[in-house]
């Protein structure tokens, strides 16, 4: 999978308790970015990083927060986890932003109960 | 992403062909991307088409692009087995100074032996 790590693969936590879903790439691309899969909705974007330090808002980000501070790692943190973020998570990176090919991480299936 | 449309599921008999539709919203998208995802496994980048084509061939793919309608579609020639997978067409867009992909919903194919 082009050098992308995501851990945990699997978790299960508690509603209320805090979560950080960590991206591993070791291809040194610019772009990484952290989507959610449902049934139903297909992906949607949580947030993105246009490099260290830089990050934006997706399509479904509340509730979650973002950081990037070395360029291999981007970490997605649920605050105070509810059922609602059940949910497949999927980071992707990309040297040159999505016009070049995005590759994909496993996932990591996360239930909140 | 639910703005991306897909079927939901498609089956076909071994060796047919498949075809898998998709319509999607900005007109200003300037590629499109089918991805294959196998269970457990992240997204694999099939192929995409630059906004200013109307078809693309790629060994047993063909896509073929409507502006028109904002259609998008993709045939598997000769079936097999090993292409039993959620299919999912994606578009970028660019709100955010960033290159981004929205997702349709997926369509899981199902090959019958």
């Known amino acids: 999978d082009a050098g992308i790590t995501q851990s945990p693969r699997h978790k299960v936590t508690e509603t209320g308790t805090p979560v950080t879903l960590r991206c591993h790439q070791t291809?040194?691309?610019?772009?990484m970015y952290w989507y959610r899969q449902d049934p139903g909705h297909g992906l949607r974007l949580i947030h993105y990083?246009?490099?260290?330090?830089?990050?934006d808002k997706g399509e479904v980000s509340d509730g979650y927060s973002v950081s990037r501070s070395k360029t291999e790692d981007f970490l997605l943190t649920l605050e105070s986890a509810t059922s609602s973020q059940t949910s497949v998570y999927f980071c992707?990176?990309?040297?040159?932003?999505?016009?070049?090919?995005?590759?994909f991480g496993q996932g990591t299936r996360l239930t909140v109960v | 992403g639910e703005d991306v449309e897909q079927s939901l599921f498609l089956s076909v008999r071994e060796g047919d062909s498949s075809v898998i539709n998709c319509t999607y919203t900005?007109?200003?998208?300037?590629?499109l991307y089918w991805y294959k995802q196998e269970p457990g496994a992240g997204l694999q980048l099939l192929t995409y088409?630059?906004?200013?084509?109307d078809m693309k061939q790629d060994q047993r793919l063909t896509v073929l692009l409507n502006k028109k309608d904002k259609h998008l579609s993709l045939r598997i020639a000769d079936t097999q087995t090993g292409d039993s997978a959620i299919y999912f067409c994606?578009?970028?867009?660019?709100?955010?100074?960033?290159?981004?992909?929205?997702f349709g919903t997926g369509t899981r194919l199902t090959v019958i032996p």
């Open positions: 992707a990176i990309s040297e040159k932003g999505i016009v070049t090919e995005a590759f």
């Open positions: 291809e040194n691309h610019r772009y």
């Open positions: 990083s246009y490099g260290v330090k830089d990050t």
């Open positions: 900005d007109s200003s998208s300037t590629y």
């Open positions: 088409i630059f906004s200013n084509m």
């Open positions: 994606a578009e970028n867009r660019d709100q955010t100074g960033a290159n981004n992909l929205f």
